[in-house]
């Protein structure tokens, strides 16, 4: 069974600080992997996507990484704003299959 | 309108209510989605349609209905609900086959549900 887990589960930097947040995942027969990011109250807004055959992506600030053979993907963020506190979610899509599997996500506080 | 538009965004209900959540894509999709999101749980997938026919239902309870009259909308219809089924309910829809995999998801804002 598939089981994704996020390390760690809150993080406070301050502003323009360069973070790394991490996501793991138990079984690497996956098709792809998603980050999300949840505001509080809001649903879920998807900032990357790679595929299984990727390593990377990349958009704006946001960098994520995949390594599948060793279960792990990384989602880096550059020159952190206030504006990125939120909740960051990660989830794997199995092969030939449609369902999402999500970690718990890690809080990001970024202090001004 | 634009998006995965959710309606209520609040609701308390006691356990011997009847109420229905509402769910209404503007995207085209042909895929809609409801995810429940518990307190300090991942989220967990519930049902998935896919040109209004349901292809998944993981395990939900039946007090939990779904209804997909249209590619367009979505609800989730509940009965008889457990103070343990509090939770948000997040609605979501996708572009595609959702067989052919790489969905990315449109998500609404979501369904807070109280459950007295």
């Known amino acids: 069974k598939q089981e994704v887990t996020q390390i760690p589960a809150a993080l406070s930097v301050p502003e323009g600080e360069n973070l790394v947040l991490n996501c793991s995942f138990t079984d690497s027969a996956i098709y792809n992997l998603q980050w999300f990011r949840q505001d509080p109250g809001k649903g879920l807004t998807s900032l990357l996507l790679?595929?299984?055959?990727?390593r990377e992506q990349t958009s704006g600030r946001l960098n994520a990484s995949l390594d599948k053979s060793s279960g792990r993907s990384t989602l880096y963020i550059a020159a952190s704003q206030p504006g990125d506190s939120a909740t960051y979610l990660c989830a794997v899509e199995m092969d030939s299959s449609y369902k999402l599997i999500f970690g718990s996500g890690t809080r990001l506080l970024v202090r001004p | 309108e634009t998006g995965v538009t959710q309606t209520p965004r609040h609701l308390v209900m006691g356990m011997t209510n009847k109420k229905s959540l509402k769910c209404e894509q503007h995207l085209g999709h042909n895929a809609m989605y409801w995810y429940k999101q518990s307190a300090k749980k991942p989220l967990e997938l519930m049902f998935v349609?896919?040109?209004?026919?349901?292809?998944e239902n993981n395990s939900v309870p039946s007090r939990f209905s779904p209804e997909c009259p249209n590619s367009s909308h979505l609800f989730l219809h509940l009965h008889t609900l457990q103070p343990e089924d509090s939770a948000l309910y997040l609605c979501a829809s996708s572009q595609g086959q959702v067989s052919s995999g790489a969905n990315v998801l449109t998500f609404g804002a979501g369904s807070r549900l109280t459950v007295l």
């Open positions: 349609y896919s040109l209004e026919e349901r292809v």
């Open positions: 790679i595929q299984s055959s990727q």
